[in-house]
């Protein structure tokens, strides 16, 4: 069975610092990963993925993560934090067994990032 | 309609009652999804539909929990002698089978709480 973690519950980061919200991974083969943010009130967004290829990926609002085979991770991370980023993040796998068509993801337990002014 | 787009948002109900809740997909979107989030958990599939049928019900708890989507669009998620446990976000989400682009679009959920 695929799973994530997600080690942190809760990050702090003044506004403008550099930030990192960390995910780990367990799959057998190779992982398809992905990171999922939700703002307050509405429901979850895609911000990024890793499917293949270059291991620093790019998504929306400046994120970006990297994909680490070695140390089985894909943590998120921002070069200067916005108070508008403050939300919860989920780190996501998809399952590799799964039909070609069936997308579910096996998400972690999310990471609440907080921007402080 | 413009996004995923879930009713009621919210539904207060007893134990022991039965619910429906609604989803309808972005148009076009073929594949269909039920996730149950818990207060500080992440989202747990519950069941996968491609078109009209079922895929992949794997994630339904126990059988008093069941999914149709008979016109291959709007689907309910129906839960029969509600419990306490099934308290939780019920999200819905909607993507365009085949593409194999990983991406979901989510409903912003409907909030069950069972008395």
């Known amino acids: 069975a695929q799973s994530v973690a997600q080690p942190e519950d809760q990050v702090n980061v003044a506004e403008g610092n550099p930030l990192t919200v960390k995910c780990t991974y367990s799959?057998?083969?190779?992982?398809?990963l992905f990171w999922y943010v939700q703002y307050p009130n509405r429901g979850l967004q895609f911000l990024l993925k890793y499917i293949t290829g270059d291991n620093l990926v790019k998504g929306s609002y400046g994120f970006e993560a990297e994909f680490n085979k070695s140390q089985t991770s894909f943590h998120l991370k921002k070069p200067s934090a916005l108070v508008s980023d403050s939300a919860l993040y989920f780190c996501a796998v998809r399952d590799i067994r799964s039909n070609f068509g069936n997308e579910k993801l096996t998400f972690g337990t999310g990471t609440r990032l907080t921007i402080i002014p | 309609g413009a996004g995923v787009s879930q009713t009621p948002s919210n539904k207060v109900t007893e134990k022991g009652k039965y619910v429906e809740l609604r989803c309808d997909p972005i148009?076009?979107?073929?594949?269909l999804y039920w996730y149950r989030q818990s207060l500080g958990q992440g989202p747990e599939f519950l069941i996968y539909?491609?078109?009209?049928?079922?895929?992949?019900d794997s994630g339904l708890p126990n059988d008093r929990f069941f999914a149709v989507r008979p016109e291959g669009s709007v689907s309910t998620l129906k839960i029969q002698r509600t419990e306490r446990g099934d308290s939780a976000m019920y999200l819905c989400?909607?993507?365009?089978?085949?593409?194999?682009?990983?991406?979901?679009?989510f409903g912003e959920g409907s909030r069950l709480t069972v008395l």
């Open positions: 148009s076009g979107h073929t594949a």
């Open positions: 539909f491609q078109g009209t049928g079922a895929a992949d």
């Open positions: 799959v057998s083969g190779n992982p398809y």
């Open positions: 989400a909607s993507s365009l089978a085949g593409k194999n682009t990983g991406e979901l679009f």
